[in-house]
């Protein structure tokens, strides 16, 4: 029993690992930069983080069901340039705007769903053909030219202060809760890992597994327009080049903070401790003047090592369950002989 206990603490609670992980970072460099554990630079790599886990939490719905959504990079950029374009070329209101960005990445998570729900085309394929399609619109808007002068109070949304704390935290912070609301304490969060356990048991269980799936990608895609919409106002412009490589950046953030690519594990904590350690991480190399080229070895590195102990981590638990199912057996046996 108590073998059976300590390897279930090692595979039950993954944002352990994730906080040890976390703490050495800090660590090493709080030693190797004097600049890194002032408070100007921590509250500046929160707000570099806030675009990246504001991706990573929509990413985490869609990575629990089992899927994967490779258009966010694409929905930051196009969202952007139309949140932009409708402030500076129509005169709509900042809210309006922002309104109108969100609602498009709703529409993008919408089509994504609808594509891999209902009509059963691999996700992968048609979140990449969404990449794409965004991608090519953009440049096809803007003719690959920034849109700017945006006003002052568009860009208090990526860099202004609420108190002493950024604007993008604050943000962050309230997706985060109801996030982590929808996904711990609804019947809608207990089917989204249910599917992710085991789709085909759900359909027998009752569980409308196309409109849950649907759901993901839409509340992906919402993540992705609040998170475009922030990154918009901390540049002061919608890029067409913009976002490249977000979506790789929110899926190693998931991954790190403890969920499977196979699905039905994850947690909102450890996708958002994930992108403290990919911020924390970037932060800390560069403050110690290390090539980007290199962080971006380093990057990959850690995304593997984390995937890796998950794949341990796993073994260990279908091991766990093995024994508790041979056990019953044998129980059962002993039972039935008598």
């Keep these: 029993m108590k073998k059976n206990n300590s390897l279930k603490s090692l595979t039950g609670y ?18 190797s930069s004097e600049i890194f554990f002032t408070g100007n630079n921590l509250l500046n790599i929160t707000r570099q983080i806030s675009v990246n886990a504001l991706i990573a939490i929509g990413m985490t719905f869609v990575i629990i069901t089992g899927g994967i959504d490779l258009s966010v990079g694409s929905v930051i950029s196009f ?29 993008t998570g919408l089509i994504n769903g ?78 989204i890992y249910a599917i992710g356990g085991n789709p085909e048991a759900s359909k027998f269980a009752g569980i409308k597994v196309r409109m849950v799936n649907v759901s993901v990608y839409v509340i992906s895609g919402i993540t992705a327009g609040i998170a475009a919409v922030v990154q918009a106002s901390r540049i002061g412009s919608g890029l067409p080049t913009i976002g490249s490589g977000f979506e790789l950046d929110a899926i190693a953030a998931v991954v790190i903070g403890g969920a499977a690519m196979t699905g039905g594990s994850g947690t909102i904590l450890g996708t958002i401790l994930g992108s ?23 990057s990959g590195l850690v995304v593997i090592l984390a995937v890796l102990i998950d794949q341990i981590r796993s073994r260990m638990s279908s091991r766990v369950e093995i024994k508790k199912t041979k056990a019953q057996l044998a129980v059962g046996e002993k039972e039935t002989g008598r």
């Design 276 to 298: 403290i350690i990919l911020g924390v991480l970037s932060n800390g190399l560069s403050l110690l003047d290390v090539d980007s080229y290199v962080m971006q070895v380093i």
């Design 79 to 107: 969202v952007g340039i139309i949140t932009a374009s409708m402030m500076k070329d129509y005169n709509i209101s900042v809210l309006g705007a922002v309104v109108i960005g969100i609602l498009i990445g709703a529409v």
């Design 114 to 191: 609808v594509f891999v729900s209902f009509l059963n085309m691999p996700a992968f394929i048609t979140t990449m053909g969404t990449m794409t399609i965004l991608r090519g619109l953009g440049f096809i808007y803007t003719q690959g030219y920034p849109i700017y002068d945006l006003g002052k109070e568009f860009k208090l949304i990526g860099q202004g202060y609420i108190w002493i704390f950024p604007t993008p935290a604050i943000i962050l912070l309230i997706v985060a809760v109801v996030a982590y609301f929808l996904l711990r304490k609804t019947v809608f969060g207990r089917h």
């Design 14 to 31: 993954r944002e352990l690992g994730v906080i040890a992980a976390l703490a050495i970072l800090v660590v090493v460099f709080s030693f």
